[in-house]
Protein backbone atom coordinates (compact mmCIF):
# COMPACT_ATOMS: atom_id res chain seq x y z
CA UNK A 1 0.00 0.00 0.00
CA UNK A 2 1.13 3.45 -0.73
CA UNK A 3 0.64 6.39 1.82
CA UNK A 4 -0.89 9.07 1.36
CA UNK A 5 -0.65 12.58 2.43
CA UNK A 6 -3.01 13.88 5.04
CA UNK A 7 -3.23 17.28 5.39
CA UNK A 8 -1.84 19.09 8.31
CA UNK A 9 0.47 15.68 9.38
CA UNK A 10 3.24 17.93 9.22
CA UNK A 11 2.51 20.37 12.47
CA UNK A 12 1.36 17.34 14.13
CA UNK A 13 4.74 15.04 13.60
CA UNK A 14 7.14 18.44 14.10
CA UNK A 15 9.27 18.18 16.89
CA UNK A 16 8.47 22.17 17.23
CA UNK A 17 4.76 22.32 16.63
CA UNK A 18 3.08 23.90 19.69
CA UNK A 19 -0.67 22.76 20.03
CA UNK A 20 -2.95 25.94 20.65
CA UNK A 21 -6.52 25.62 21.97
CA UNK A 22 -9.09 26.67 19.93
CA UNK A 23 -10.99 29.86 20.53
CA UNK A 24 -14.18 28.97 22.07
CA UNK A 25 -17.17 31.93 20.85
CA UNK A 26 -19.77 32.79 23.92
CA UNK A 27 -17.06 32.43 27.16
CA UNK A 28 -17.88 33.83 29.83
CA UNK A 29 -16.68 37.52 30.43
CA UNK A 30 -14.27 36.39 33.10
CA UNK A 31 -12.58 33.86 30.70
CA UNK A 32 -12.35 36.38 28.13
CA UNK A 33 -9.55 38.78 28.24
CA UNK A 34 -10.73 42.59 28.40
CA UNK A 35 -14.09 41.46 28.45
CA UNK A 36 -15.61 45.11 29.02
CA UNK A 37 -14.16 46.12 25.73
CA UNK A 38 -14.37 43.04 23.57
CA UNK A 39 -18.24 42.93 24.63
CA UNK A 40 -18.48 46.63 23.44
CA UNK A 41 -16.85 46.52 20.48
CA UNK A 42 -19.25 43.34 19.55
CA UNK A 43 -22.29 45.04 20.40
CA UNK A 44 -21.65 47.97 18.29
CA UNK A 45 -20.72 45.12 15.54
CA UNK A 46 -23.79 43.41 15.92
CA UNK A 47 -26.05 46.85 15.65
CA UNK A 48 -24.46 48.17 12.46
CA UNK A 49 -24.93 44.76 10.99
CA UNK A 50 -28.34 44.69 11.62
CA UNK A 51 -28.90 48.41 10.99
CA UNK A 52 -27.49 47.72 7.32
CA UNK A 53 -29.31 44.50 6.59
CA UNK A 54 -32.92 45.91 7.58
CA UNK A 55 -33.73 49.09 6.32
CA UNK A 56 -36.89 49.61 8.74
CA UNK A 57 -35.14 49.94 11.82
CA UNK A 58 -33.54 53.25 13.33
CA UNK A 59 -31.22 53.43 16.06
CA UNK A 60 -33.14 53.97 18.70
CA UNK A 61 -34.48 50.70 17.91
CA UNK A 62 -31.43 48.56 18.67
CA UNK A 63 -30.36 50.72 21.96
CA UNK A 64 -28.44 48.27 24.84
CA UNK A 65 -25.42 47.96 26.08
CA UNK A 66 -24.53 43.90 25.90
CA UNK A 67 -25.06 41.98 22.40
CA UNK A 68 -27.93 40.13 24.39
CA UNK A 69 -29.98 43.48 24.88
CA UNK A 70 -29.69 44.26 21.20
CA UNK A 71 -30.43 41.27 20.32
CA UNK A 72 -33.82 41.20 22.49
CA UNK A 73 -34.60 44.72 21.32
CA UNK A 74 -34.25 43.75 17.31
CA UNK A 75 -36.50 40.64 18.21
CA UNK A 76 -38.88 43.28 20.06
CA UNK A 77 -38.66 45.95 16.96
CA UNK A 78 -39.25 43.12 14.30
CA UNK A 79 -42.29 41.98 15.81
CA UNK A 80 -43.73 45.33 16.00
CA UNK A 81 -42.81 46.07 12.41
CA UNK A 82 -44.51 42.75 11.11
CA UNK A 83 -47.50 43.76 13.74
CA UNK A 84 -47.80 47.03 12.10
CA UNK A 85 -47.83 45.54 8.66
CA UNK A 86 -49.81 42.93 9.12
CA UNK A 87 -52.80 45.91 10.28
CA UNK A 88 -52.29 47.92 7.40
CA UNK A 89 -53.05 45.44 5.11
CA UNK A 90 -56.22 45.78 3.06
CA UNK A 91 -58.12 42.71 3.11
CA UNK A 92 -58.83 40.77 -0.53
CA UNK A 93 -62.08 41.88 -2.27
CA UNK A 94 -62.72 45.27 -0.26
CA UNK A 95 -65.82 47.12 -1.04
CA UNK A 96 -65.95 49.63 -4.30
CA UNK A 97 -63.19 51.92 -4.02
CA UNK A 98 -64.69 53.20 -7.42
CA UNK A 99 -67.90 53.89 -8.85
CA UNK A 100 -69.27 50.97 -10.66
CA UNK A 101 -69.34 51.17 -14.62
CA UNK A 102 -72.65 52.07 -16.40
CA UNK A 103 -74.39 48.61 -17.78
CA UNK A 104 -76.45 49.71 -20.53
CA UNK A 105 -75.96 52.08 -23.25
CA UNK A 106 -78.39 54.47 -21.42
CA UNK A 107 -76.90 54.44 -18.26
CA UNK A 108 -73.16 55.51 -20.08
CA UNK A 109 -75.34 58.46 -21.59
CA UNK A 110 -76.27 59.60 -18.24
CA UNK A 111 -72.98 59.08 -16.70
CA UNK A 112 -71.51 60.96 -19.37
CA UNK A 113 -74.46 63.71 -18.86
CA UNK A 114 -73.56 63.94 -15.31
CA UNK A 115 -70.24 64.45 -15.81
CA UNK A 116 -71.09 67.41 -18.17
CA UNK A 117 -73.03 69.44 -16.05
CA UNK A 118 -70.78 68.86 -13.00
Not at 23 to 31: D, F, L, M, S, Y
Not at 82 to 110: H, L, N, Q, T
Amino acid sequence: MSEEPVIGAEEAEGEGAEQQPEPVIGTAEEEAPGGDASEAELTEVLRETLLAAHDDLTADDLLGESVAEVRERYVAARERLEREAREAKVPAGAPGRFAPAPASAFEKIREGLTRLNA
